[in-house]
């Protein structure tokens, strides 16, 4: 016999030896462990959700370097030392906010505008909406973000920096796709783009949490974004892109060439 079956002989025999309800105690207390585990796996997860919302609303009200972990602490209904458990330093929570924020917008995107069974037009409605209801899951994180952006560490600027472009990107991208389709009207995608982001992000300041009308106002925008670059006199299919460019681009020149002759 091996010493580790001895072993485990051993052990059985000592618990055997041991009175049935001494034995019942220990077995119930083994099968309570991963419970118990799972219980306080879920507490530390609602005590940290807990400190990232007083911390974004305290950012969001007081700015990054007026807020101490004090007023964390304070708000949240822990003590300092009972904060520590949770959270390195301020620092800390700050950057766990910015990246939450600002990773997760492009990524969604980037998959929207990656599918081919939509066409460029309900691409970015799609696109629209997603960033529509990021702001309306956690407007005061965004509105952080916007006041703090200057407050931000070079690594963390870096970060949210690098999200703006990526969505801007994207939208350049789903509007130059209808501008050669010939679904959109053929202006400068880069300031379709900047407008549509533009509207879209305003959400998370007129917008207060509670309201049941948020996906609603989220479809409006989305079909409120669709239409300020969609032809209206476009294909329904999208087809005949070049050469609906081309007709506008005359019905274009025949007006400027009418407001110079006019002068």
Known sequence: MTAHSLSR?????HDESRPAAARRATRGRAASEPAAGAQSTSRRELVEREIMEQATILFAEKGFAGTTLQDIAKATGLTRPALYHYVANKDDLLARLVTEIAEQPAQILRKINERADLDPAQRLREMAMSIALHQLAAPDRFRLLLRSEAELPDTLANTYRNSKRRVLKEFIAVIDDGIRAG??????????AFGIIGMLNWIA???HPGQDDGPAAAAQLADMAM???????ADTNGQGGPRRILERLRQ??????QTLGAI
């Open 205 to 207: 300041f007129w917008h």
């Open 183 to 192: 679904q959109f009207y053929p202006a400068d995608s880069r300031t379709a």
């Open 227 to 233: 239409r300020t670059v969609v032809d209206p006199a």
């Open 252 to 257: 274009n020149l025949d007006s400027l060439e």
């Open 9 to 13: 002989v051993n052990t059985d025999a």
